[in-house]
């Protein structure tokens, strides 16, 4: 089942440098996880902005809750969540 | 060059309903010949709305709004447009 | 799998009589019979508003859209979705 | 009386870690006893957000403000809060 | 129970005179009869506006939204509901 | 001259426990004085906010803004403020 | 006691030219009317757009709404009604 | 050239009162003496806020920067501007 | 002096054919007058949307005003206006 | 390839005096480096506002967020982009 998801980032500015690497770094590895395991499908940054969208192909809302709230980020993220359907015009369902 | 695109679809109700479907099949056939050439890369259905999240994978700005201005539904749609870039984490550009 | 769903309606005040009657009676077979199955969980009416708040319990995203894209009424709502998960204080998981 | 209550969480990120168990402990305690009351009829998770949509039987306005302004978490939240009232379509009714 | 209720009206302008002056009317007798029965305890307008901001004093959701579905604007409002509770500061409550 | 006023409240988390109840009884105290007078006519909670909802009877913008901006909490507060005119249906009127 | 005013004026498209030419008219008499007064203090047309800003110095709310509701234009205006304070700097008040 | 201008002022609440007594000083300075000059032509409070609405009368754009950018106040307001025109019914002009 | 407007155009799709080409012909002879004249300097088209940003140079905010308010599509458009004024690290201005 | 960009800059009033020239400065540089290759085609001052509308005209989105993610002033930044395209009234193009 499919998911659009937009994270907008907002670190504090006078976070500790290296706790805020070692942060990224966690969310890396946990995001290039779940790629791997194929639920995080899709991830793309927006041009100018601390932000991506991401596409996630997961068992259904508990799974994605569970992904997101994971995210070592998570406290620092604004989430906006669309719940994908097929559309009559993809043709990759042809 | 990618972006992403929210399509919000609003077709007056009160249209001839022939015209109607004349127009949406248009509309599929513009979409899916885009897509066969590979610059319409991805569409899904926003669940419960008359709106679609697509990514597009275009020659740049010009052939997006070509794309797009030349859309059947395009008098009926509201665009949402986000250019997008490389995420640092995605695993396919290892 | 549930969802939250808030459904605005905004039905043309130049509507023909009859075809409105007719109209809200298919959307209230219709719902009923999805309540039936179980399918549409709960429908509350938000007080003073031409609006409900509903809970479905469906199989998964495609469902939830085929349901309310099917809607009668849907032309002419304004849907905003919550894809819900189980809540740790929810006591009806214990 | 029913009203769906919406609860955005917003907790200081540099609370000290053992206020923040003991905050969030007496939050659950709280809600969970209203649960058990059956005041607090339903409560799910928004996925992929630090925010719950909860649905309250109770007495009237000044009960539900009673249960939330003492919620622990309350100086924290921000609320959305619709009165409900009975829906015609609703089968429960019959 | 009080509510605060914000009613902003927009009648079509290509109404007719004579079926636009009998709504104003019932909308006026249906008022002033709650507010006799003192369940619509006070209306002001708002200045320079189409709207008016009122209090009611009503048993509950079910009798507020009955009375507010039944205004014969209603069809030409949008509304903004905020269930009132006691205020600590409230000298009328010593 | 009446004017509604929607005050919402957000005092630092961090304030001294001590001040904090100093300061709220100095609102307390200031609002029932201008109660006492008859110029801060009526004062309600908004359910489940730290907001409230309050009709002034006063002489005019100036004396309003005098009272708004000598608030003790007027600092920590986001004001709406809606000058009011007589409603055509108002009974009190006749 | 001062206000200011923005008005934002739509008027429908398919308007009579005579009836909108007699309306613009009745309008512009109205409002000059009101500058020789003394009520109508300033307007100024907001640039590129059908808006003004106006200040009113006026008896107070009843009497601004007075003229506001007789505005001609009216039904086509959306209003922002700012009252308006003497401000500590102001050295007209010297 | 006129300009509308609405400062809306936010000063940390936990600055130095000293500094704030000082900087508060040094506003109202510079706006009077611009007063003075007919380059500040008014200046309203509005009610209830701790806002003004200001009219400027300037050479053109760059000095309206000037002006702004210049004020004691400028880190801590959020503008809104808009750029004035002789309106068709100000008598002023006749 | 400088502005940058963003006009967002909705025209009513059952105009007729040949008046709504007429009307765009206007548009394009007006703007490409002004542009040969310098005070329309550039124009961009939104991609994706019937928007366009423009940047004009022009005396004041009179003859900007002129210029906006004579477009021949207008009555069908959405303004934003900026003023702007040199940036300090305007290269071009050393 | 041309985009819009809007920049607010919000940077926190305790910062280091020091730090902050030194902030601005070598953001003024990056920022005329760019110019002057002519991938920031043009940088104005928004009236009133820590704000700048830039154009730039780079090889495509990739380059677009490299230049943004590396401003030193980005961490302090709200980007608004819009991609641009040729507008058909552009007598440049002719």
Redesign the interface.
């Known amino acids: ?5 937009r994270m907008d980032v907002s670190v ?2 006078d976070m500790d440098a290296q706790a805020k690497a070692e942060l990224l770094a966690a ?2 590895d946990y ?2 996880d779940l ?2 395991k194929g639920e995080w499908q ?8 601390y932000a ?2 991401s ?1 996630f192909d997961v068992a ?3 799974r ?3 992904i ?2 994971g995210l070592p980020l998570f ?2 993220m604004t ?1 906006d ?12 369902l042809d």
């Not at 969540?81 to 990759?92: G, K, Q, Y």
């Open positions: 089942m499919l998911f659009a998801v504090p500015q969310e890396k995001s290039q790629q791997r899709s991830i793309w940054r927006c041009v100018g902005e991506n969208i596409i259904g809302n508990e994605l809750h569970e997101l709230w406290p620092y989430m969540i669309t719940p994908l359907a097929e559309h009559p015009s993809d043709i990759s």
